[in-house]
Every structure is written in C-alpha cells, then in structure tokens.
C-alpha cells in the first residue's frame, strides 16, 4: 500500500477528483448511524465517540504493529495483515472520526480545508485547498 499522491501538491492531487466528499460521506454516515442509535446521534457524547475513534485506532495500530514484526523478522503474529485489512481500518477510523465530528458540530471538509492552509501558510508552503462554503444542512451542523 502506497501513498501514490505523496510527493504532489494538493492541488494537484485534489484536481484529479474523488467520487466521495466530505458532505457525501457525512450524508450516508449519519442517516445509517441513526439506524443504531435511533434516538439521535448525540445519545453518544463526543467522549463516547471519541473511544469508538480510540477503539478503531487501535485496531489498526495492531495491524501495523504485525507488519513490524514482519519487517524485522520477529515471531507473534496470528496472521498477517493485507492491505485491504489495513485500508478497512483506516475506513473504520475515518467513519467514526467523521462521526464524533458530527456531534461536536465540526464541518469536516471545511475545518480540514482551513487547518490544511494555515499550516501550509505557517511553514511556507504553496499548498492550498479549496474552502467549501459554509451552509446549513441536517447532516452539516454549525459549530456550537
Ligand atoms: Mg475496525
């Protein structure tokens, strides 16, 4: 598994296009996630979502603790990882992070977009995204 984008700059990675947004994801994530917890996505609070981010963290940190193992020779590992395991991980982290920023009213694209810029602004860097507007819908929440 390579990060075949790396040495790009994101405007040039973010030109190529991707067939998921933010507010896409969020879309399907909140409506399936209410069909868990059907009295409302804040029944969890942030903390609880935060150990469920911890939780998938930690599971792919397992992951990626066996291909260290591999990588230096060393015994205790059950199985060996594929990179579709990892790259579910990954998901299971995303899905979840996506979730707890949700409920703390964190509009994802706009916030990445905006913390992305000011680093790259703040180290001198040329590389900038593009700031989705801001608006209202059921699955964007207003920061509280
Ligand atoms: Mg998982």
């Avoid at 994101?10 to 868990?36: E, H, I, Q």
């Avoid at 996505?41 to 979502?49: A, G, L, P, T, V």
């Avoid at 707890?100 to 913390?115: N, P, T």
Wanted: with cysteine; glycine share 6%.
């Amino acid at each position: 598994m390579k990060n075949t984008q790396g040495s790009q700059p994101a405007s040039s990675a973010a030109s190529t296009g991707s067939a998921l947004t933010f507010d896409a994801f969020r879309a399907a994530n909140v409506a399936r996630c209410l069909k868990w917890h059907p009295k409302g996505i804040e029944s969890w609070s942030s903390s609880d979502w935060l150990t469920a981010v911890a939780g998938e963290l930690g599971e792919l940190a397992s992951l990626l603790k066996m291909r260290n193992r591999e990588r230096d020779g060393l015994p205790g590992n059950k199985f060996s990882p594929t990179d579709k395991q990892i790259a579910d991980e990954v998901a299971d982290v995303a899905t979840y992070l996506d979730l707890l920023a949700y409920v703390l009213g964190v509009d994802m694209g706009r916030a990445v977009a905006e913390k992305f810029n000011a680093v790259s602004e703040r180290v001198g860097f040329p590389d900038r995204l593009e700031v989705p507007n801001a608006e209202s819908t059921d699955a964007k929440r207003s920061v509280r």
